[in-house]
Each structure stands twice: as structure tokens, then as C-alpha cells.
């Protein structure tokens, strides 16, 4: 589908690379540095019930020399906490620029020119999302905390923000993919932050996606980033969950003007409907309901841990870890079945919705299709010579079908049809 566009998956994973110059010296002095700063500069914002103050930052040069030292916070061991936590609250807090109504804190120069440094501030917030390696469980907890709050920030900007420019925009949307990888590319290791966190950047990267596409529909590069990124995640549960739930809500949308009023309705969760902006054009939505169908690939791949399996992390994974020879042996590639099964009641759901017989999304593993209920009215005959069953042709005129049978015979039919459509397409757009 994007063969003829570059990706951004490369750059992206630059992001890690990215570091302050603080980071050439010696880490207590780079660490004493950001301390002394990030404390003065957070004790002006007015969180802990003080009064905010304006900022004593003036010139472009302060602001980079500060934000050097951010950025180089937001990369401290989790033990320094308060710190991180004082580096967050300042960028968030600058962020409002953005907003019809900055904070009080915001530095001028910032107001004056806020998609600039939202810019660069979005990139140093990469960090805090970056897995620490041997933290304990209440300490990864605390990332997950600080992370949930940039998220919030991220969102309430989105949605509000009336001044945020193409460019913007973007580096938003590759921030919110890279730190998606970053997390939830490794294989799956229980209560790790990848593991705490994974609906909640989900949730945040296909809500803000769905936004983009009525404020700013993103460019062929990152919808080809996003179908790249999305299918070293798809050991997640969380991610089939997701794509589920965005293709259910769109599907609604499309239907509803496709066959207008007297069709079926779908009848979804009031917080999945409203996933979709209701500003979004009928345009927007049969391009976005088709692009979201195909970003994890071919859906059939999931029952294929070969296949899911073959990504960087889990290769290095397999390098490192003595418990693990094959990146297809990883125990976390155990609940392949059950997202494959899921996946499957998600496209059968779709198809129920264009035959107009959606009765609910259920991702149980014993849910029955409405077109699972019927059988077949043909008498079977047994070949003992073949040792198979094979049905007995005879002429509709001999063996006439009752009309509520006919009906589920032609459903089934047709709910073949789509099924094979809808994952050849998948297939096709690889």
C-alpha cells in the first residue's frame, strides 16, 4: 500500500540516541547539575500550592541551555524520582503553550513561538518512556505514574489546541509511535513497564491518530511507520484489543452512510463511538476505517509465532537470553492463540455489521457467530471406500430448502466471501 514511500522507522529509533550534553560528563556532576536546576525552575510553576510565577527565562539561549539540562533529567536512573518528576512537570506545564490559555509559568519566548519548542520538548519526553533495566517493581510504578501524566498533557493539548502546525503534528505522531516501540516491541515480561503500560499508550497513540486524521490527516511515511511499528507489537494483546475496538467504532461511522438510515445499526460502547471525532468527514472515514484495518499486517500471520517472532527484539532476546534458543520459543509467544482468536472474532464482527446481523462484540473464547447456529439441510452420505463424508447434489427442486434456512445458507455465503476478501486484502497490502 506505501511501497512508493519512504519509512520513518529508522529516524524514529534515532530518538534513543539523542542525547544532552550533560551526559559527557561525569554522571554525579551531570546529575548535581540537573538537581540544583530543575528544582529552582519547578518551584515557580505553582503545582504544590504555591502561586505561579512568571519565568525569569528571557532569551532563546536560556531556554536551551534549561531544556539541555531537561532532557538529561528525563534519562536519570529512576531512583533520582523527584527529580524526573520535577523535569516532567515543567515541560507538561510548558506545554500549555500550546493551549488557548498558557500557564502563567510559560516562558515569552516559548508563547511567542510554542510549535518550535513543542517540538523539541516532545522529543527529550522520549526518554522517560525509555525501559530501565533492574528497577524494582515500586520504582517502575513510579515511571508508569510520570508517563500516564505526560500522556494526559498530550491529550488535553490535541484536543484543545488550535495553533498546532503540520510539522507538529507529526513529530507528535512519530513520538507517540517511537515510545509504542519502545515498550511494546521487546518480548512481554510480566509487571515490566512495557507490561503496565501497554493499553494506556495504545489507547493514547490510536486516540490521538483518530483526531489527527480530521485535524491534520497524516502523511503516506507515517501511516507506513505505524503498520511497520504496529506489527512488532502484535505479541501484545493489548494491541489486537485496540485495533478491534478503532475498526468496530469506524465501521458503525462508514455504515452508516454507505446504506443510510434503514440499515441495522451497530450498537457499540458509548466510549468506543466516542473514539471517532464526530467532525470526521465521510472521506476521512473510509480512508481511515481502511488504513487502520491493514496496520498490523495480515491477520492470519498471529497463529504463525515464526512469523510474529521475526523482529530485532526477539532476535536479541534469543542472543542474550541462555533460556531461550529460538526467538519462536519465547513463553510470552504462548498467547499468540488467543490474540489470532480474537482478531478473527474482530473481522467476523465486521462482517456480521455489513450483513446487518451484529449482535455485540465478545471476545470470549467460547462466543458464537449468529451465523454459527444454522446447519447445513443437506443429507450427508458416508464413502467407506474414501473414508470421508461428502455431501449427497440433488436438485433444489427434490430437496427443497425452507425459506429461514435458504436465508442462513446465503448469509453464510457471503460471510465467506467477505472474510476472504477482507484477509486477502490484508495479505495483499503487506
Known sequence: MYSDWSSLTVHLQLLSSSTSVLSKFPADDSRNVVISVVRNVASSLGILGSEAKPSLLKTDKEISWIMEVISHGLSLPLSEHETIKDCVNIYCEWLSALLPNPKTCVP???????????????????????????????????????????LRRVQDVVQQSETMERETWEALLGFLLAINDALLAPPTVKDDVGDQLCERVLGALYEIWLISCVKCFPSPPLWKTFREMSMNWRHRTGLVDQWNRVNLALTSRLLSFMYGPTFPKMKIAEDDAALIPESM???????????????????????????????QHFYQYAIVAESVIDPTHHPCLATLPSIFLRAMKGISAIVDAYLGIYSGFDTTE????????????FPTTTCSNLNLTSPITCSPLLTPT???????????????????????ACYHSK
Request: aromatic fraction near 6%; charge should be positive.
Open 366 to 377: 467460547h462466543a458464537t457467530s449468529p451465523l454459527s447456529s444454522y446447519h447445513s439441510p
Open 281 to 311: 468527514t465521510e472521506d476521512c472515514i473510509s480512508q481511515t476505517w481502511y488504513r487502520f484495518l491493514h496496520s498490523i499486517g495480515n491477520p492470519v500471520d498471529l497463529a504463525h509465532p515464526s512469523l510474529v517472532s521475526q523482529t
Open 402 to 424: 425452507p425459506p429461514a434456512q435458504r436465508r442462513n445458507i446465503i448469509l453464510g455465503m457471503k460471510s465467506s466471501v467477505i472474510v476472504t476478501s477482507i484477509t486477502t
Open 108 to 150: 515569552e519566548s516559548i508563547i511567542d513561538e510554542p510549535n518550535r519548542y513543542s517540538r523539541k520538548i516532545i522529543s527529550h519526553l522520549y526518554h522517560l518512556f525509555v525501559p530501565r533495566r533492574g528497577e524494582a517493581q515500586e520504582t517502575i510504578h513510579r515511571q508508569a505514574v510520570l508517563c500516564h501524566r505526560v
